[in-house]
């Protein structure tokens, strides 16, 4: 009886082993895009013997393909790898208030396929249409099956249970996103706060300079406000969740009465619906007073501010100076090596980037800032979907591609 549980614990071993080997190898390949066998055993401190024995079983499995020859300095050279795109899809989608997006891609981050529908008012109505996209996708894709679809969504998420705890949405609350769609589609759903996806997709395809730091924030300003925070190159959700809820931070004071009892915090400040706001009084009582997308207009005030409109200027100066206030809140915080900004905001840069850093303590003795690296992202509009996309491929990256494991 001892031999035989012995035995088997060296067999969960030498399993686990080869699915951590595995899973390390698929991580590096999406990291560098493209290494040799003997770049591979250099990272993973193995021989070339027993990488090339892994290899062979992922090449066999369509894991990887081979691009062809690497530059060498003498001898035979080596044949360089990438994980395979065909293999890699899934499907993202991203409900938003006013718009929902269903997209197929790769784990390159590459889209191959959009579709989009107006939001509507109800959870149930929202998780049908989206059910219905990506049976469409499924048919046509059928390989989509064994890694799933992603789903974003805005508020209060529980990444484990894949449960809308509490939207900005008073009717998106305690909505059971992954259970609703796993139980229509057949395959695997992943749920997320629209934030933290963003994050992900940010730190994987965002550029390189965040990947290898020890703290990056992720600033999405959009329909709403919030902040991902990634640690040593994993996403910090918090014990409830609810980590990076930066949008109800507290900033400025404000008289009473505002929605949601909270005065003066950084989304009733900076998110669209309160740029436009500030763009018409400030404009004297004239502009958008309609429902339609907030961004769009967002847009419109930034190239107008960028050409220098003086009520768009001061509108997107004004909102720039409280998100600036919030980040070195936040800096101060986590001590950030980068930050990052999501929002329509940043297509006037120079005039937002001189905003935030005029709340910034000046002078070298302040350690936090004196190297901080603060940009715009350069997945625009995207990153949320992208990061629902790439929910799928952290199950499969976990198993080293074993599907089933």
Not at 76 to 85: A, C, S
Not at 217 to 234: H, P, R, S
Request: charged share 20%; with cysteine; glycine share 12%.
């Amino acid at each position: 009886m001892t031999v035989l549980s012995s035995a088997k614990s060296r067999v969960l071993r030498a399993g686990h082993v080869r699915i951590g080997n595995r899973a390390t190898i698929l991580q590096l390949m999406r990291r560098y895009r493209q290494l040799s066998r003997v770049e591979l055993a250099r990272h993973i401190g193995l021989s070339e013997a027993a990488v090339s024995r892994i290899v062979a079983s992922m090449l066999s499995e369509s894991l990887l393909v081979e691009q062809g020859g690497e530059y060498a300095t003498g001898g035979r050279p080596g044949i360089r790898l990438q994980l395979n795109e065909t293999w890699f899809q899934a499907v993202g989608v991203e409900i938003g208030n006013w718009e929902t997006r269903v997209v197929l891609g790769t784990v390159t981050g590459r889209i191959l396929k959009t579709e989009r529908f107006r939001t509507p008012a109800t959870p149930a109505k929202t998780l049908s249409l989206v059910a219905e996209h990506v049976c469409r996708i499924a048919e046509a894709q059928p390989e989509i099956a064994r890694t799933g679809v992603g789903i974003s969504v805005r508020g209060l998420v529980n990444s484990v249970t894949g449960v809308a705890e509490l939207g900005n949405d008073p009717a998106w609350v305690h909505v059971e996103v992954k259970a609703r769609l796993t139980d229509r589609l057949g395959i695997p759903v992943y749920v997320d706060n629209n934030v933290r996806a963003a994050a992900m997709a940010e730190y994987l395809y965002g550029g390189m300079e965040a990947q290898g730091v020890h703290c990056v924030l992720i600033v999405l300003a959009g329909e709403g406000v919030g902040m991902g925070i990634v640690l040593d190159g994993k996403l910090y959700s918090g014990p409830r969740m609810a980590a990076g809820e930066f949008g109800q931070m507290v900033v400025a004071e404000r008289p009473g009465g505002e929605r949601h009892n909270r005065p003066g915090c950084i989304e009733m400040l900076t998110a669209d619906d309160a740029i436009c706001e500030r763009y018409r009084v400030l404009g004297g009582g004239k502009g958008r007073n309609s429902l339609g997308d907030a961004g769009d207009l967002v847009k419109t005030i930034c190239h107008l501010a960028e050409e220098g409109d003086y009520t768009a200027r001061q509108t997107v100066i004004e909102t720039a100076r409280y998100l600036g206030i919030g980040i070195a809140n936040a800096v101060w915080t986590f001590d950030a090596d980068a930050v990052v900004i999501n929002s329509a905001l940043t297509e006037a840069w120079p005039v937002v980037s001189a905003a935030i850093h005029e709340q910034f303590p000046d002078g070298p003795q302040f350690l936090n800032f004196r190297n901080l690296v603060l940009r715009p992202s350069v997945l625009a509009g995207e990153a949320a979907i992208l990061g629902a996309m790439t929910l799928p491929f952290s199950s499969v990256f976990a198993s080293g591609g074993m599907v089933g494991v």
